[in-house]
Nanobody
């Protein structure tokens, strides 16, 4: 089992920045690819960003490319999502997830999920 706890969400004005953190406990963190997903009200949960086990490979949804940065610190068992130039359409609950197969764009590949953290961007 892997337990994931997100933090860092909040209310921010458009154009602002936030950094989300996801702390992992349980199994060896570096064995898992990690991803961030989000779900806005009335919408399906969607992929935001992913990172490989070592952190050497990252990938993003087109909607956030160039604005968001995913990173990880395996010594601290934590994955981060730096979000810049936030837009109202980024408003959602953000979830981190762990994939023992290394990570992917599809939420179906992820084995463990956090409880989510709310991000609200005001216009």
């Amino acid at each position: 089992q892997v337990q994931l706890v997100e933090s860092g969400g909040g209310l921010v004005q458009a154009g602002g920045s936030l950094r989300l953190s996801c702390a992992a406990s349980g199994r060896t963190f570096s064995n898992y690819g990690m991803g961030w997903f989000r779900q806005a009200p009335g919408k399906e949960r969607e992929f935001v960003a992913g990172i490989s086990r070592s952190g050497g490979s990252t990938y993003y949804a087109d909607s956030v490319k160039g604005r968001f940065t995913i990173s990880r610190d395996n010594a601290k068992n934590t994955v981060y999502l730096r979000m810049n130039s936030l837009k109202p359409e980024d408003t959602a609950v953000y979830y981190c997830a762990a994939d023992r197969l290394g990570g992917s764009y599809s939420q179906n590949g992820y084995n463990y999920w956090g409880q989510g953290t709310q991000v609200t961007v005001s216009s």
